[in-house]
Structures are given as C-alpha cells and as structure tokens.
C-alpha cells in the first residue's frame, strides 16, 4: 500500500475515477455510510485530477459536510484560498534550498 492509499484508507476515504460525467464537474466529494467518495471526472488531465482530488480531501479535512447546503459557495472559496496559502508557502520555502 503507497502513502496515498494509507492516507485514504486511515481518512475513510474512497477515491473513484468515472467517464459517466459531462466535462463538469471536474469532482465532487460526498458521505455516505461513514465513508468519503471523491469521485473525479476521467475527462480532464492528470494534473487537474491531482488538484480536483486535494480540492475535494480538503472539504473532508475540513468537515465541510456538516454546514449548511447555503454555505457552499464560503466553503468552496475557503478551500481555494487554503490551497493558495500552501502554495505560496511551499514555493517560499523550497526557493531557498
């Protein structure tokens, strides 16, 4: 098992790879029976399938099912911006080595 596997597997996590969606969304993430789906859509490259998949654990991490359906356009700009701020943070520290 690699350390993406272990990671989902210990977050209850289960990542589906799908055809059957239009062009969008390019993911979506939801619960069900105390497991976490993230469902990317096959019809988009392999680097936005890499950022979808981070975008959609972030909701998990975050809890971000147990707000309100009205809050999902907050939470949504909460998770890019989160996003943002790691990279800004990996791109300062690694340009330093």
Sequence with gaps: MNEFEQ???????RVILTDNLMTMPKG???P?????YVVLNNKHSFKQLQK?????????LENHF???TNMAEKLEKEV?????NL??????????V
């Design 66 to 68: 147990h707000y309100p």
């Design 80 to 84: 890019e911006e989160l996003i943002d």
């Design 87 to 96: 990279y800004q943070k990996f791109i300062i520290e690694f340009s330093y």
């Design 7 to 13: 990671f989902c597997e210990e977050n209850n996590l």
């Design 28 to 30: 979506m993430c939801y």
């Design 52 to 60: 979808t998949t981070i975008h959609e654990i972030i909701h998990v």
């Design 32 to 36: 069900y029976n105390g497991q976490y």
